[in-house]
């Protein structure tokens, strides 16, 4: 099956550094999605990305949607400690109703104040 | 965005036991949900997809008929946990997925069973 690499698997920084992490999958994806989960809750969507070389920005954060379709990228600016979290990507074959998700493994992020 | 909600957010039983877990969509009707399971430090694990009015999609390796699920309507996915074990213990997470063209899916804010 499909399958997602997540690197790095876990990041410790300081405060106000600029974090970056990324996924690659050996097959073609037409959405990527970046997610946030903390501790005992469910992830919360952040970035959404759906066309090939397509780069978004929400706030402190950036994503890319590589232009192979088989990778993308998560960039997070002047980090600060309510950053700390699992950061997991994602990926979706199809748009409609009843497409899966298939997820890499994720980053644990530490910021240390 | 959209909210889904779980319930409840934490359960314990005793083993044999079967759990009931609710799922909804509160501000949107939901054609498709999703059930995944999180072991700690582990990423989400698919193990159903549901269609309302439809029975349940298993992945391989989930026993249907250990993890009951229903969609009996647009609003609501419920997943049984029967004859609960204590490696039944584990993270329990919804999503769901509207009618839109954009295919985005919304997830709970998850369950935590454990069985004793």
């Known amino acids: 099956g499909q399958q997602l690499n997540q690197s790095p698997q876990s990041m410790f920084i300081q405060e106000g550094e600029d974090v970056s992490m990324n996924c690659t999958s050996s097959?073609?994806?037409?959405?990527w999605l970046w997610y946030k989960q903390d501790p005992g809750e469910g992830p919360v969507l952040l970035i959404a990305l759906y066309k090939a070389g397509e780069l978004t920005s929400n706030g402190r954060l950036t994503a890319q949607f590589g232009i192979t379709r088989k990778d993308s990228f998560l960039n997070i600016s002047a980090s600060i400690p309510s950053d700390v979290g699992i950061y997991f990507c994602a990926g979706q074959l199809g748009v409609t109703s009843g497409s899966r998700l298939t997820f890499g493994e994720g980053t644990q992020l530490t910021v240390n104040p | 965005g959209a909210v889904v909600s779980q319930h409840p957010s934490r359960v314990i039983c005793k083993s044999g036991t079967s759990v009931k877990i609710e799922c909804r969509s509160l501000?949107?009707?939901?054609?498709?949900m999703f059930w995944y399971r999180q072991f700690p430090k582990q990423s989400l694990m698919l193990m159903a997809t549901s269609n309302e009015g439809s029975k349940a999609t298993y992945e391989q390796g989930v026993e249907k008929d250990k993890f009951l699920i229903n969609h009996a309507s647009l609003t609501l996915s419920t997943l049984t946990v029967t004859s609960a074990h204590p490696e039944d213990s584990s993270f329990y997470i919804c999503s769901a997925q509207g009618r839109t063209n954009t295919g985005e899916l919304f997830f709970g804010e998850g369950s935590r069973l454990t069985v004793l």
């Open positions: 501000d949107f009707q939901a054609t498709t």
């Open positions: 097959s073609i994806f037409n959405t």
